[in-house]
């Protein structure tokens, strides 16, 4: 064993990194980080425990803190990677379906439609939440803004996707359109396609979530919560409106 860092604890024994040999206990190592996790090549490994002489209480401990470990590493970075969210993203069918809808909507595989073959609509409402990306400002009109990312399904004249970002004041009752998209301005397809936010940075759209804090009885945060509406529409016979996802993201200018 060539042994290239040793860590003496008070319950474990002596744990030792070497690089790539097996230990006549059966333990193996990968050199490189001098706080790898302790494993049976069996397992998933990097680094060897040259376990106390007869201690089976160490065998024990060292599965133990094995297992806490990685509790922990998948902890933080979950946290992490939610934290760095760049756009709030919806699958179609996981969406609200209004009421009026529930006899007219169709789900396949996520997607939504107008079921049947007759004129109809269908409108679905998804809940946005005040994520890291929804709360960072934009504030550049020359570089950057916010718009929808929609995959869509508008075959003609006969079918149309319109999807609004809508804002409830809490305080005033009153509820605004912040961000549109419109199918129509997309050339007809037959399949689904991505309209991708090309024609332009779109607005200075800020969230102003009504989560707080208070001070004693003045709000000392946000005003709204903020939605989204996305309505199919076949107008005549022959369209085949359909929906996939929404997602809103920031745009930058190139």
């Known amino acids: 064993m060539i042994a290239i860092g040793v860590l003496k604890t008070p319950h474990l024994g002596t744990i030792v990194r070497k690089r790539g040999s097996v230990a006549p206990d059966g333990w193996t190592g990968i050199a490189g980080n001098p706080h790898a996790f302790l ?3 069996k397992r998933a490994t990097s680094c060897v425990l040259r376990r106390r002489k007869n201690s089976k209480e160490g065998d024990r401990m060292n599965c133990r803190l094995n297992r806490r470990m990685l509790l922990w590493s998948s902890f933080w970075l979950g946290m992490t990677l939610a934290g760095t969210a760049s756009a709030q993203t919806w699958v179609a069918s996981t969406g609200t379906v209004d ?3 529930l006899t007219t909507c169709a789900f396949t ?3 939504a439609s107008v079921r049947g073959t007759s004129p109809g609509k269908v409108v679905l409402r998804f809940n946005i939440l005040p994520t890291a990306e929804m709360l960072t400002n934009v504030t550049q009109p020359c570089c950057e803004g916010r718009a929808l990312w929609v995959r869509f399904v508008d075959n003609g004249s006969g079918a149309q996707v319109v999807v609004n970002v809508k804002r409830y004041n809490i305080i005033t009752g009153k509820t605004t359109t912040i961000l549109s998209f419109n199918s129509n301005n997309y ?3 037959p399949t689904f396609q991505n309209a991708t936010p090309n024609q332009g940075l779109g607005p200075l759209v800020n969230f102003s979530f009504a989560e707080g804090p208070f001070n004693g009885s003045t ?3 946000g005003d709204s919560v903020y939605y989204i509406e996305a309505t199919l529409i076949r107008s005549a016979a022959g369209g085949t409106p359909a929906l996939a ?3 809103i993201v920031r745009t930058l200018a190139p």
């Open 39 to 41: 494993s049976h090549p």
């Open 99 to 101: 009421p009026s809808s």
């Open 109 to 111: 595989d996520g997607a």
């Open 187 to 189: 050339p007809p397809q």
């Open 219 to 221: 709000n000392e945060g």
């Open 245 to 247: 996802s929404v997602s």
